[in-house]
């Protein structure tokens, strides 16, 4: 049924004075069905299926309008739900027919026409039908009304169903992540945008008693779950931190955006009609003929021999099935309405790819992909399914999409609905809410989820934020246009070939950009003087006054006269040149043509380090016959100044530049400017002018010339951030061999540094390319102080017009190409891209981490060259870096075969422990076993009973001298590792009888027998160089797995027995339970030999020594929990005699025995001393029993002194 009348009635007992609907189903076409009021015999024809309307109100015709009169309006094998509606008033009938199309497609509402006619029946009636289904009447009017329409755009409802990567939308929702996942970066949920991240940060501490701090992010559920969440260790769950609970939730689906959406309203819905089962065992795809006469389906094969099938019909139910021989493909058409395409329940079984290409909404109640051979789910660009049950992917399966998660929406918002997602073999692309949500294996998932139930149980699950709604993309960028030019000012000889020549920079946004610009020509006396030159460009393009800049947003443009008569040599000349894209952006330089000047001898640009000399040779040429001639009669200092070009606004810094003219016409100087950048120096004097063009009538003249110094930094000094270099030492110079150098931090903490562009300091022997610059930061202290007066090491106008620095590293201690040393890695700033907005005296970089311990050695690169000029790489070496603290990362003790979770006190057990050394983020490092021995932790055994009174003296067979910081092959790390066969702890000697022991304990660390945790044992630090300690900031760490040692002991009891008989004797073994000795249960090990035993007779009326022996009856010499029932003892002869025996469990013989037989070495089962007692407060010794032999009993007239069991003995 498609819908459901409300206020439901009988329809064979309607009251003809009240309101009423009725509402059937109906497939077209048919002359013989029709729907009819009734009582007694009078009869209302509502509505039938036939060409002549006669005196039916409605029929399937009659209110058409096709094209031609006789077209049927009911469509062959169509479906079609129709609603009549009867409203009463003044004696009359209203009557209002609506139709809908259900199947193949269900389309809107209809109103079709009215009709009033006289109430016929105002008493009691019915509504029968012929040939329809589904019929149902209902009281009062019941408009149709359209399904509401649902909108999934990110202008709509989108962004309020996923407005981050995971979130639920109910009170009471949780989230489980079963397990961590490995390496510090990884996390399971990701993609949160930076608003929601600067809004629900936050900070905590691990543990509270651990003072590191974690981030955490509070998401979008009220409870978290899972030891994803909850290990202590594992930091990034949510990427930026820990997942915690308590932040922005999701708008609720359905009370607040779809408020008229209904579960019950959908499943009613889905057609009645339409159960398909397709299979390759229907060869011909009978129910999908390949002519599209089918009503749901129609088939084709393709190119590729696949069987393709086309859904074209809402359908019950669907069940597909492929094979391993033919694929099977079915393909999806849109449907109409607001549920688009209904398919109640589609289940796939093998070899199937399903396929929807075409846009829409898809709805299903439920969704099965049972197996994983050849499934395929392929969605292409805005895909929704509307779920109203479940959505099963059981088994390994691949989705194909478009890349783009907003494309393929899951969409299951009603109480109990649920999706399950076992394994996508690719990166899924899509957004799923759903009630209930959990992937229960690998799944990389690139979109957003909203469920109020999230489980993610494997630790490959993961959830990678994507969605247009909270990765937004920027803006473009506003364009922000920029030129420069060099030279400001330039003199060309009016004579030979010199040019004045100049250089554009065009950028975009500080970056280098080919542009179009404009060039003119003027004076102080005319605005446009391009008649006189040619301007040609050297590099970039164009010609004048139109020219543009290369890729690399340089133009170079030349200037040359046309006719030297018509340029004037006391007029300046001004070029100017205006970016296209923005006229306000412009520069100007000015040249002058002249008869003589000073000039360099190869160029008019001199590149150069700051700070370091360099050899300038000079000329004066003057102008002769139109050629230009060195002057060789000039002899003087010329005046020499400078001023900056680039950056602006920066600092002349010190220029030393002394040129003197002898009789050569060439004076050889050295320059040297302290700051970097971009500048020109000025040279003026008078000389003797005569016999040169353009000389005055007195022979003396004013000569002037200039030259370009571009400046570079000569490298880059790094320093601490956090150093007063001018009181304190160097913290960064501390090495792994001395314990007398400082440590400098933890690996994995952050550190900050400082790196300076500095000028030259001197001579500096480069490694592999690197200047080393360990020595500059003191010379750094008073640097702000020296800047002004040209003095200071820093270049600070690089930071005015800079580059970038790459930051790379290797390991310097140990050497990098020992075996087994890792350079780990470094993170955080490790890049400084150059920002003229920010400026200062470093670049300061304030969050980097290395991973490793030992020496780093930092390197600094420039990420481009600089005024065209390659500023040397440096590095330093940073030291010493040390473990962040240590912990056991594995321990195991190993009882003695059948001891169920327990050792005896002094019995060797076998006990083993790893400790590793680890960086803050938890990962172990490798270079620690390098270290100098004065260097490393030193560590001892550790334990404490349950008041903290100490242990240790109570513990033997370790060797402290083993306990050494190895390379670990199989896990690729440093560790100190320990395995010893015969830890022991030994039982408490009594003080009044050496050779005795005392009952105390038990010493547990685990329950045992309903006994509670008594001892804990672990490792102590006794020796820290760098206050290296456990994770917990303490010096102690017990082991995860606690042994327990019980005072245990061997019992005999004495018995009796006739002469000549075998007698039973009851064994067992027993520990103290710290109020007494009881049976111990888990002891199905402990061992004996019958035949190792001692005796002494006490009396007997033999005339010969006793020859009573201990024996078994049957089996092995072992006790079974606790107890051993087949020990026996007997004797020769027909004497009665009593007599102790003892049952041997070491080599040391009892006191006042009268013989031993066996022997007992190490290697015997039987050597088992920490079973022996002081049974008779001589000193422990091995168990014993009193045996009688010859007792009377009942009426037997002498009773032995001594006799056991007898008056309660």
């Known amino acids: 049924m498609a819908s459901q009348l409300a206020n439901i009635v ?85 009557y209002t027919y609506y139709r809908r199309q259900v199947q193949p497609e269900i389309t809107s509402w209809q109103e079709i026409a009215t009709k009033v006619v006289t109430q016929k029946f105002p008493g009691n009636h019915e509504a029968n039908g012929v040939e329809v289904t589904q019929l149902q009447c209902g009281e009062e009017v019941q408009v149709p009304v359209d399904p509401p329409t649902l909108s999934f755009s990110a202008s709509d409802n989108l962004c309020e169903y996923f407005p981050q990567p995971a979130q639920s939308w109910k009170n009471g929702s949780g989230l489980t992540i079963s397990n961590t996942k490995n390496g510090s970066d990884a996390y399971h949920i990701g993609g949160w945008s930076s608003d929601y991240i600067d809004s629900f940060k936050d900070t ?3 543990t509270p008693w651990d003072p590191k701090e974690i981030n955490t992010l509070k998401i979008g559920f009220d409870s978290l779950t899972g030891w994803g969440v909850q290990s202590p260790d594992y930091t990034t769950s949510c990427e930026y931190g820990h997942c915690r609970a308590g932040g922005r939730k999701a708008a609720d689906p359905l009370g607040e955006l779809n408020p008229d959406l209904d579960k019950q309203a959908i499943d009613d819905e889905f057609p009645e009609e339409g159960a398909l089962s397709l299979g390759l065992w229907d060869t011909g795809l009978d129910q999908c003929p390949a002519d599209d006469s089918g009503i749901y389906c129609k088939s084709s094969i393709n190119q590729d021999g696949d069987v393709v099938v086309t859904i074209k019909s809402n359908l019950k139910s669907l069940t597909v099935q492929g094979s391993s021989q033919q694929e099977m493909i079915v393909e999806f058409e ?123 149980a494997s630790r490959h699950s993961t959830i990678i934020g994507q969605s247009q709604c909270f990765n937004v993309t920027p803006e473009p960028e506003e364009p922000d246009y920029a030129i420069s030019m060099t030279p400001s000012s330039s003199l060309a000889l009016m004579c030979g070939d010199d040019q004045p020549e100049f250089s554009i920079t065009t950028t975009n946004n500080g970056d280098a950009e080919s542009l179009a610009v404009t060039a003119s020509l003027s004076s102080d006396s005319s605005d446009d003087v391009s008649d006189l030159f040619d301007i040609a460009a050297v590099s970039g393009d164009g ?83 139109d050629e230009p001639q060195l002057v060789t009669s000039y002899s003087g200092k010329p005046e020499v100044s400078h001023y900056i070009n680039t950056p602006t606004g920066g600092l002349k810094g010190g220029l030393t530049y002394e040129p003197e003219f002898t009789s050569s016409g ?8 302290t700051e970097s950048g971009r500048f020109t120096v000025n040279l003026s004097d008078s000389f003797d002018c005569s016999g040169f063009t353009g000389c005055p009538e007195d022979g003396t003249t004013e000569v002037t010339g200039s030259f370009t110094v571009l400046s570079r930094p000569w490298t880059f000094a790094l320093c601490d951030a956090d150093t007063d270099y001018s009181s304190d030492d160097d913290p960064m110079n501390g090495n792994i061999s001395s314990a007398t150098s400082s440590g400098y931090t933890a690996a994995g903490n952050e550190f900050r540094v400082k790196i300076y562009p500095i000028n030259w300091q001197g001579s500096s022997e480069a490694d592999n390319g690197y200047i080393a ?32 620095v790459d930051l790379t590293h290797i390991v310097a201690d140990p050497a990098p190409d020992e075996p087994n040393v890792s350079s780990g890695e470094v993170s955080g700033d490790v890049s400084f891209a150059y920002d003229s907005n920010e400026s200062g005296e470093s670049y300061y970089l304030a969050s980097l981490k290395w991973s490793e311990v030992g020496v780093l050695r930092l390197q600094v690169e420039p990420i481009a060259r600089y005024l065209n000029m390659n500023i040397d790489s440096s590095y330093r070496h940073i030291g ?55 260097l490393k932790v030193s560590l001892r055994y550790y334990a404490i009973d349950s008041d903290a009174n100490s242990l240790l003296g109570r513990i033997s067979g370790i060797d402290a001298g083993n306990w050494e910081w190895i390379y670990d092959a199989d896990s690729s790390v440093s560790q100190l590792a320990l395995d010893t066969s015969d830890f022991e702890f030994i039982r408490e000697t009594d003080s009044t009888n050496l050779t005795a022991t005392v009952q105390d304990g038990p010493y547990l660390g685990n329950t045992f027998d309903d006994l509670s945790v008594s001892a804990y044992f672990g490792l102590q630090v006794i020796l820290n160089p760098d206050e290296v300690v456990f994770k917990d900031n303490t010096d102690k760490q017990l082991f995860s797995h606690q042994p327990n040692f019980l005072y245990g002991r061997m019992k005999l009891s004495d018995v009796g027995g006739n002469t000549g008989t075998e007698i039973s004797v009851p064994l067992e073994t027993q520990y103290w339970n710290g109020s007494g000795f009881v049976t111990n249960t888990s002891d199905s090990g402990s061992q004996f030999d019958a035949d190792d035993f001692c005796w002494k007779e006490i009396w007997s009326n033999n005339e010969n020594s006793s020859t009573a022996v201990f024996s078994v009856t049957s089996g092995g010499s072992e006790v079974n ?58 000193g422990d010794e091995d168990p014993s029993a009193i045996l009688v032999f010859g007792t009377y009993r009942g009426n037997d007239r002498v009773i032995f002194r001594g006799e056991p069991n007898m008056f309660g003995q």
């Not at 009659?62 to 009463?88: C, D, H, W």
């Not at 003695?896 to 002094?906: L, N, P, R, T």
């Open 334 to 456: 849109p449907g109409s309405g607001s549920y688009g395409r209904l398919i109640e329940h589609y289940t796939v079984d093998s070899n199937v790819t399903t396929k929807f290409s075409n846009a829409g909404i898809y709805t299903f109640n439920t969704v099965h992909f049972n197996t994983s051979d050849g499934t395929v789910l392929d969605t292409g660009k805005d895909i929704v399914w509307l779920i109203t049950g479940s959505v099963s992917f059981s088994n390994t399966m691949t989705h194909e999409n478009s890349g783009t998660p907003d494309d393929f929406i899951i969409f299951a918002p009603f109480a109990g609905s649920s999706v399950t997602v076992k394994e996508i073999i690719n990166p899924y692309y899509g957004l799923i809410l759903a009630d209930k949500l959990s992937f229960t294996n690998s799944i990389e998932l690139h979109g957003a989820v909203t469920s109020n139930s999230l489980g993610m």
């Open 880 to 934: 010493r870096f040390y473990p962040s603290y240590i912990e056991i990362t594995d321990d195991a003790w190993t009882y003695s075969a059948g001891h169920d979770g327990f050792a005896y006190m002094e019995q060797p057990v076998e006990h083993s422990f790893a400790v590793e050394a680890k960086n803050t983020d938890g990962n172990s490092v490798v270079n620690y076993r390098t270290f100098a021995d004065s």
């Open 204 to 206: 905590e501490m691990v």
């Open 1121 to 1178: 929990s606790g107890r051993f029932n087949d020990l026996i003892s007997t004797h020769s002869g027909g004497g009665r005699e009593q007599v102790r025996l003892w049952l041997r469990l070491g080599d040391a013989q009892p006191e006042g025995v009268d013989e031993c037989l066996g022997t007992i070495s190490d290697t015997n089962n039987n050597n088992r001393p920490w079973l022996r007692y002081n049974w008779r407060s001589v």
């Open 773 to 804: 610059v360990d020595a500059y930061c003191d010379d750094l202290a008073d640097a702000s102080d020296s800047a002004n007066d040209g003095n200071s090491v820093i270049t600070e106008n690089f930071f005015l017009d800079g580059v970038g």
């Open 10 to 94: 009988d329809c064979s007992k309607l009251n003809g004075s009240q309101d009423v609907t009725v509402q059937f189903d109906v497939t077209g076409p048919n002359s013989d069905q029709f729907v009819n009021f009734e009582k007694n015999n009078s009869v209302i024809n509502l509505w039938a299926a036939k060409k002549e309307s006669g005196s039916v109100l409605f029929n399937s015709y009659e209110f058409e309008a096709p094209v031609n009169q006789n077209e049927m309006a009911l469509l062959s094998n169509e479906r079609y739900e129709v609603r009549i509606t009867s409203g009463k008033w003044d004696n009359h009938d209203t």
């Open 666 to 673: 060439t004076a050889s100087a050295d320059l040297t400017i």
């Open 543 to 625: 010609n004048y006054p139109n020219f543009t800049s290369d890729t690399s947003g340089n133009l170079e443009l030349s200037i040359s006269v046309k006719d030297l008569n018509q340029v004037d040599i006391d007029t300046t000349y001004t070029l100017t040149v205006t970016m296209d894209d923005d006229s306000s952006k412009s520069v100007s330089s000015t040249f002058k043509f002249v008869p003589y000047k000073f000039d360099l001898e190869d160029a008019d640009t001199v590149s150069v380090i700051a700070n370091k000399s360099e050899s300038i040779d000079l000329h004066l040429l003057a102008c002769s016959a």
